[in-house]
């Protein structure tokens, strides 16, 4: 991944050097990576002894994507970072990505006679991710049609996604979006969202921007998992914008919810090249690699992303 991340910088320092500087372009380049760490621990205290297990991850991701505008896009209007959605632009975009995860796990038993072995050992995994969309606006009467399909060789799945929605006020859009997973292990499951994404004038400098989504996805078994997402953002200028965002997630299987929490912001250097950041926090309710109804355990789970991804638009 290394020598990947190399190519694809000098390609768009190369890229940079050479681009005009103007507000109108057909073609857009995103090259994005995201570090995940996780470290877990949990104690589980017993009349005869204590079970001490400990995992600890670290994932990179490395994705590039390119997207043709059909029309072309001008951000004369709106803020630089949602000039697609405040000109009401149609889409096509074509993405890969490499993955490279190293998962470590130890666990002591200290337990006479207990049928749960001590271990400790790493794996380590490599993925692909292949990945396009499309987006259909009417820009007159405000209806789009949306799409979309995911490939990943490790987990061996096919996800699908269309979708459809208005703009109900000029800068305002509800969507609905249903999708299916196919893998090979024969588990069914599909999943419905509702997507909300508005853009409003706070002042008579500053935008903001608010976008909220539910999503529920179903498996085989009766197994049910929703997620809602909040996000709000601001632009001081149109070249900046920041903002937060907050996730929560319910799962029946197994019972309990996470949260996460997120900071990110996006800063357009020239009117064709933006640099982007994040950094997300998720607090997870996760139990290790063994739990013991009704004995007491002691957890603490930490686990944050850093991601940054950098811009390129062309005419």
Do not use: C
């Not at 190293?102 to 006479?112: C, Q, T």
């Not at 799409?147 to 996800?159: I, K, P, V």
């Not at 588990?187 to 400098?205: K, T």
């Not at 950041?277 to 789970?301: E, Q």
């Amino acid at each position: 991944m290394t020598y990947t991340i190399r190519v694809l910088v000098a390609l768009m320092m190369t890229a940079t050097a050479t681009l005009a500087f103007a507000d109108d372009y057909d073609f857009e380049l995103n090259v994005s990576f995201d570090n995940t760490t996780l470290d877990f621990s949990q104690t589980i205290t017993t009349d005869d002894g204590v079970i001490f297990n400990t995992n600890d991850s670290d994932t990179d991701v490395l994705s590039v994507s390119g997207t043709w505008y059909f029309s072309g896009l001008s951000d004369t209007y709106g803020p630089r970072s949602r000039a697609a959605f405040a000109n009401r632009a149609s889409s096509v975009s074509l993405g890969y990505t490499e993955l490279e995860q190293e998962f470590r796990a130890v666990l002591e038993n200290s337990i006479p006679g207990s049928s749960i072995p001590s271990f400790a050992g790493v794996n380590r995994q490599d993925d692909e991710i292949y990945a396009g969309e499309f987006r259909y606006v009417l820009p007159t009467s405000g209806w789009f049609v949306t799409g979309g399909f995911q490939t990943s060789s490790l987990l061996d799945e096919n996800r699908w996604e269309v979708g459809v929605g208005k703009y109900l006020f000029t800068n305002t859009a509800l969507s609905l979006v249903a999708g299916k997973v196919e893998t090979d292990d024969g588990i069914p499951q599909s999943n419905a969202e509702v997507r909300l994404e508005h853009l409003g004038q706070l002042s008579e400098d500053w935008l903001y921007g608010v976008d909220v989504s539910f999503r529920r996805d179903d498996y085989k078994g009766g197994f049910v998992t929703d997620r809602w997402r909040a996000a709000l953002s601001l632009f001081p200028t149109k070249d900046f914008e920041f903002g937060v965002a907050a996730e929560d997630y319910d799962s029946n299987f197994p019972s309990g919810t996470d949260q996460s929490y997120e900071g990110f912001a996006t800063w357009y250097v020239t009117d064709k090249v933006g640099l982007s950041a994040s950094y997300k926090i998720d607090d997870l309710n996760w139990f290790g690699n063994v739990s013991l109804g009704g004995v007491p355990a002691v957890r603490d789970t930490e686990q944050d992303t850093v991601g940054v991804t950098a811009t390129i638009r062309f005419d």
